[in-house]
């Protein structure tokens, strides 16, 4: 397996427009987690699954924001209308249920919001 | 909720020891983990503690006390290679999501 695998890399969008992010977990992994980073910041906490269940999802997502993982397996996460503050590197990770702090991540999706 | 300090910049010698703190203050805690992230990539994992004390591999080892809230990484024997942010992250109770600090960016100089 070679980790976890994001796509796309890079997203340049226009306000308004929705977007759509794609993550592949480590196979053998059956959490997944989805987090966002500013320059600067450390990574802030979105949603995670376990399996296909979405358990849990930040008070700071809006609407505007959705996930899946609808086999358990891949994961999407989508921004509707996106706006400028949207733009960030959107970051993916995996871990086994038994070590839930070691966090496996993807390389990342840079969205830029025009 | 988490709140969790971390200082921004360091800058450090090469060959030279240094120690990144942490605080926290959080509503729940089961564990503290340390992340490693170069410029332009993925944070990778570098250690964690549960228990009070120190946890050792190789040239990094974490400290915690869960009674003051606070830890550090100590980086040994520093290499320029280790010129990356440090990022400290708390999990919360019931052990399913981290939730990290802003990251201590490390500057080795030669």
């Known amino acids: 397996d070679t980790g976890v695998s994001q796509d796309p890399r890079h997203k340049i969008t226009k306000r308004g427009q929705n977007v759509t992010f794609r993550c592949d977990p480590i196979s053998e992994h059956n959490r997944l987690y989805w987090y966002r980073q500013t320059l600067g910041q450390g990574p802030e906490f979105l949603t995670y699954?376990?399996?296909?269940?979405?358990?849990?999802k930040s008070r700071l997502l809006s609407d505007r924001f959705s996930a899946e993982r609808p086999k358990g397996s891949f994961s999407t996460l989508e921004i509707q209308r996106t706006e400028q503050g949207d733009s960030a590197m959107y970051l993916c990770?995996?871990?086994?249920?038994?070590?839930?702090?070691?966090?496996?991540f993807g390389e990342g999706s840079r969205l830029t919001v025009l | 909720g988490q709140n969790i300090d971390q200082p921004t910049e360091m800058t450090a010698t090469e060959g030279a020891i240094v120690q990144i703190n942490c605080t926290y203050q959080t509503s729940g805690f089961n564990g503290l983990f340390w992340y490693q992230q170069h410029a332009g990539e993925a944070p990778t994992f570098l250690s964690y503690?549960?228990?009070?004390g120190l946890e050792e591999k190789g040239r990094f080892s974490s400290f915690l006390s869960r009674s003051k809230g606070y830890s550090y990484l100590l980086l040994k024997e520093l290499q320029m290679k280790d010129s990356a942010s440090y990022l400290c992250?708390?999990?919360?109770?019931?052990?399913?999501?981290?939730?990290f600090g802003g990251g201590t960016r490390l500057m080795v100089k030669p």
């Open positions: 503690n549960v228990l009070d």
């Open positions: 992250a708390v999990r919360d109770n019931a052990g399913n999501m981290l939730t």
């Open positions: 990770a995996s871990s086994s249920e038994r070590r839930t702090g070691e966090l496996f």
């Open positions: 699954f376990q399996n296909e269940a979405q358990l849990e």
